[in-house]
């Protein structure tokens, strides 16, 4: 959404959105960014370990997620999966 764009847009949630998920082998995600796929499907791009641990060191990879939009235009993941493919 274009409203991503806007610094005036966000405000803080009160609880994080992107946060560690074992199950998905997702730990101390961070530093993200936001991209639309070619079918106009936003994408948020970060970086995160796979396991628990592991420090913030060259094992950390980047992830994608995807991002939808509630009725209020408020940025939110689905369940994060270990892969996602971006049409």
């Given at each position: 959404?274009?409203?991503c764009?806007?610094?005036r847009s966000?405000?803080?949630?009160p ?5 560690t998920?074992?199950p998905?082998?997702?730990y ?14 936003t ?12 420090g ?9 997620q ?6 209020r235009?408020?940025?939110t993941l ?5 892969e996602?493919?971006?049409?």
């Open positions: 959404s274009e409203m764009i806007r610094d966000w405000t803080k949630a609880e994080p959105i992107l946060k998920t074992p998905a082998g997702v101390a995600p961070g530093h993200n960014g936001f991209f639309t796929g070619k079918d106009g499907s994408w948020m791009v970060y970086h995160a370990n796979t396991a628990a641990e592991m913030c060191t060259g094992k950390r990879a980047p992830h994608i995807r991002v939808t939009f509630d009725a235009g408020v940025p689905p369940k994060l999966e270990r996602a493919v971006v049409p």
